[in-house]
C-alpha cells in the first residue's frame, strides 16, 4: 500500500503548516489569541477559509473541494503541531460529518457554501450531563408543533460552542428514536454558557427550553435514514479519527521540543542528553509517537469503511492507541524537563494539556478498549 502523499496533499500539508506556524510563533502569539473574548482570532479563521481548509472536507457536487479522511488527517496534524485553537474540529470534522451523513441535498447547498466561505461554523452536541461516552444516551427531546420542531434538554461539553453560528443537537422523537436538529445557539429558549478548557481551547453548555430547530433530514432510504444514532456514530468516529491525528502533531512536536532540551541543559558540566538513561527515555517517546502515527493512518482509512462493526471496532482500536501513547509522551517529556515541564510559561506544557484533553474526548480509553474487546478485537480468532 502507497502512503506516500500526492502532490496536491503534499502542497496542503505545506500550505497549511506554513500559514498556522506563522501566527502561532510560540506561546505568548497563542496566550494573545487565548485571551480574546472568544478564545481565538476571527480573522484567523477567515485565512484558512482562503486556503480552500473550509471547503475541502465536503464532496465538489455540494459545494465543496473534493477532499477526504487524508486531507483531514493532514490538516489535524497540523493543527496539533502549531496548537492552533482553530475551531476546525468542531466545524470542519464534526458538523461536516453531521451534514455529509444527516443532511438533505438542500441543506447542504444552503450550509455547505458559507461554511466554505468561512461565514458559517457549526458544532455538535454530542453529550450529555451523565453519558459518560455514551452515544445513545438522548433525553433531549423535540416535540413536533405547528411553527415546526421544539427541542428541551440540556447538552454540555460541545466544543468550540460558542463560537458556533448553529449546533448541531440529536433529540429524542415521539417515536422513541432519534432525530438531529438545526439549533441557533443565540436564538430563542436557548442559553449558551461558554467556558476554557484546560488546555486552552473553549467549550460550552447548551439549556433549551422549546427552542425552534430546523430538523436535518438525510437521503430517503440511506442508513443513516433509519436511525439518527447512525449518523451520531459516524460524527464521533469522524472526530476520533481527527484526534488522532491532531495528537501526533502535538506529541511530534513535544518530542521536538524535548530532544532540543536535552541538547541543551548541561548538568555535572555535559548535556543531559548525553546520558545514556535519558536517551533511552527519548527513544522510547519516539517509538510511541510512531505507533501513534500508524494507527492514525489506519484511522484515516477506515473511517469511511462500509461496515459498521468493522469501522466501530477499528476507531476505537485506534483511540486506545492514542490515548496510551499521548499518556506516555506527555508524562515523559514532563520527566525529562524536569520542573520547567510544569511550568505555564513554558510552551511544552500546554502540548501536555492538549493531549490530556484529548485523551477524554470522544471516549477514553478504558471505554474503547472495552468496545474492541467487545467486538473480539481486530483479527478474527481461528
Known amino acids: 500500500m502507497d502512503f506516500d502523499l500526492t502532490s496536491e496533499q503534499g502542497q496542503l500539508k505545506d500550505s497549511i503548516g506554513r500559514y498556522l506556524a506563522g501566527r502561532y510563533s510560540g506561546l505568548e502569539a497563542r496566550e494573545a489569541m487565548r485571551r480574546r473574548p472568544e478564545g481565538r482570532d476571527p480573522a484567523l479563521w477567515q485565512g484558512l477559509a482562503e486556503l480552500g481548509l473550509l471547503g475541502m472536507p465536503f464532496a465538489e457536487e455540494d459545494g465543496g473541494y473534493g477532499g477526504g479522511p487524508v486531507e483531514t488527517m493532514i490538516a489535524m496534524e497540523a493543527i496539533g503541531r502549531s496548537l492552533a485553537l482553530e475551531p476546525f474540529l468542531a466545524t470542519g470534522v464534526l458538523g461536516a460529518a453531521a451534514l455529509r451523513f444527516g443532511a438533505s441535498a438542500a441543506q447542504k447547498a444552503r450550509l455547505i457554501p458559507e461554511i466554505a466561505a468561512g461565514d458559517l461554523c457549526l458544532s455538535v452536541a454530542l453529550t450529555e450531563p451523565g453519558a459518560r461516552h455514551d452515544l445513545g444516551h438522548v433525553a433531549t427531546r423535540a416535540e413536533e408543533t405547528p411553527a415546526g420542531p421544539v427541542l428541551s434538554g440540556r447538552k454540555d461539553l ?70 439518527g444514532l447512525t449518523v451520531i456514530e459516524r460524527i464521533a468516529e469522524a472526530g476520533i479519527a481527527a484526534l488522532a491525528a491532531e495528537a501526533v502533531g502535538a506529541m511530534e512536536e513535544l518530542h521536538r521540543l524535548t530532544v532540543d532540551y536535552l541538547k541543551t541543559r548541561r548538568q ?29 493512518c489506519y484511522g484515516a482509512m477506515m473511517v469511511e469503511a462500509d461496515d459498521p462493526a468493522e469501522r466501530r471496532a477499528a476507531l476505537s482500536a485506534v483511540k486506545v492507541q492514542i490515548n496510551r501513547s499521548a499518556r506516555f509522551v506527555g508524562q515523559t517529556a514532563v520527566q525529562l524537563h524536569g520542573g520547567i515541564g510544569m511550568t505555564m510559561e513554558y510552551i511544552g506544557a500546554h502540548y501536555f494539556k492538549r493531549l490530556t484533553v484529548i485523551e477524554t474526548q470522544l471516549g477514553d480509553t478504558a471505554f474503547h478498549l472495552a468496545r474492541v474487546a467487545d467486538a473480539g478485537g481486530l483479527i478474527a480468532a481461528e
Do not use: N
Not at 168 to 197: C, K
Open 158 to 227: 460541545i466544543v468550540w460552542g460558542e463560537s458556533a453560528d448553529a449546533i448541531v443537537v440529536p433529540a429524542r422523537l415521539d417515536t422513541g428514536g432519534v432525530g438531529l436538529f438545526l439549533v441557533d445557539p443565540r436564538g430563542a429558549g436557548a442559553q449558551l454558557s461558554g467556558y476554557a478548557a484546560q488546555d486552552g481551547s473553549r467549550l460550552a453548555d447548551l439549556v433549551l427550553d422549546r427552542a425552534p430547530a430546523e430538523r436535518l433530514d438525510p437521503v430517503e432510504g440511506s442508513a443513516e435514514d433509519a436511525d
Open 268 to 296: 555535572f558540566g555535559v548535556p543531559i542528553g548525553s546520558f545514556q538513561a535519558l536517551q533511552h527515555k527519548a527513544v522510547d517517546m519516539l517509538l510511541m509517537v510512531e505507533q501513534a502515527r500508524s494507527m492514525a
